[in-house]
């Protein structure tokens, strides 16, 4: 198998991305990168240091203040920040309710991108997120467009709250949170969630993980050359 070989996991928030993207990269013995997570780890550093997120300024100059790194544990992907292991502290609320906004700035989104571009310049990746297959990986081998009624994707993240020892966040609030991360992810100026016209859609609303992993393999087995 050659090298170089990409596959893009694109999606809204809570349709099972990371699920499907480490599921396929165990399976294939590809690298998972998970995208998302560097814009979680940055808003980590944003609200601990009090960075007004509005001001594009500050958001440039919070920039040059952090390091990312990624390190995999049994195809699981873990991030460091600033040399601090944050892979949990990144899924809690106050960063799923800043993440939208700091993903939408210009700056991060360039800063993200070539790094999550430098990445995949030797290696065989699963990378999910936002905007992998339209802007960061326009050239993918083989590209995915999730998604899934709102209601259920919300039962799903509440799920995972409280299986993590949330039990404050209420499901209304988290089905709020998913809407407006929504609205931001698919009207911001930079990268906007919108589905690459060569995507294939998988609606996983009624299907198990077992079924989703089972039908992307098929697609990019497919794709990939013998």
Partial sequence: ????????????????????AKALAKTLGFIY???GAMYRAVTLYFIRHHIDMTDPMAVKDGLQHIELNFHSRDYESHITLNGEEVSEEIRQMPVSQ???????????RTEMVKQQQRMGKSKNIVMDGRDIGTTVFPDATVKF???????????????????????????????????????????????????????????????T??????FALDKVNAHVPA
Wanted: glycine share 2%.
């Fill in 145 to 207: 467009f999730m998604t899934a009624d709102p209601k259920v994707r919300a039962e799903r993240r509440f799920k995972e709250l409280q299986s993590k020892g949330d039990t404050s966040t209420s499901l209304e609030e988290v089905f709020e949170n998913l809407a407006h991360r929504d609205y931001a992810d698919t009207t911001r100026v930079e990268s906007p969630l919108v589905r690459a016209e060569d995507a294939i859609i998988l609606d996983n609303t009624d299907i």
């Fill in 98 to 108: 800043n993440v939208s906004e700091v993903s939408a700035h210009k700056f991060v």
């Fill in 209 to 214: 993980p077992e079924e989703q992993l089972a």
């Fill in 33 to 35: 990168i998970d995208s």
């Fill in 1 to 20: 198998m050659r090298k170089n070989l990409v596959v893009a996991i694109d999606g809204y928030s809570s349709c099972g991305k990371s699920t499907l």
